[in-house]
């Protein structure tokens, strides 16, 4: 849910909600306007399909939002992999080899090797999100960013902890 200074609200259904037999999948993309901004969202695998991302460019879309819970999980692709629980509970006496954890192919490496792209094959701005820390037995690796219509990442995080970016973006 989106909601505007005014109160007035945006709802998006995630399209590929397969984690939970309880959650209703979505079946459209919906443009709302931000602040003169034509926006959309994409929740978390969403953002995967590069056929989504090109739907909300053919409604002009112009930002796009993309809050996601990913990254050191279970797929050992492209040098994905879980992060060690123990490394997340050490990060205060070893916060290094966390950090190395959350750059490298379990997280900053594995997700800058797709997701600007959309950016770029779409000519909007997108705004990634994403959990830092333990998710159940799992260690979510933060990684926020922030994407011109270029594809360049113009702010994000490198924080081990939670954190918040922010850019100036113009149209």
């Not at 037999?21 to 590069?50: A, E, M, R």
């Not at 090109?54 to 796009?64: T, W």
């Not at 797929?75 to 050490?90: F, P, S, T, Y």
Request: hydrophobic share 35%; net charge negative.
């Amino acid at each position: 849910i989106a909601v505007r200074p005014d109160g007035t609200f945006s709802k998006y259904h995630k399209i590929h909600a397969f984690e939970n037999s309880f959650v209703s999948q979505g079946n459209s993309f919906h443009i709302f306007d931000l602040y003169g901004w034509k926006c959309g969202t994409l929740i978390c695998y969403d953002n995967n399909l590069p056929e989504n991302p090109r739907m909300y460019m053919l409604k002009g879309c112009e930002l796009l939002f993309s809050p996601h819970q990913t990254g050191a999980f279970d797929i050992e692709v492209a040098g994905m992999g879980r992060i060690d629980v123990k490394l997340w509970n050490n990060r205060k006496k070893n916060p290094d080899a966390l950090y190395r954890e959350f750059q490298g192919p379990k997280g900053r490496e594995w997700l800058v090797k797709w997701f600007p792209s959309r950016s770029y094959d779409n000519g909007f701005y997108s705004v990634f999100t994403n959990g830092v820390g333990l998710d159940h037995d799992e260690v979510r690796t933060g990684n926020a960013m922030i994407i011109d219509p270029n594809g360049v990442i113009i702010s994000d995080s490198k924080s081990i902890e939670t954190d918040v970016i922010y850019a100036d973006i113009t149209k």
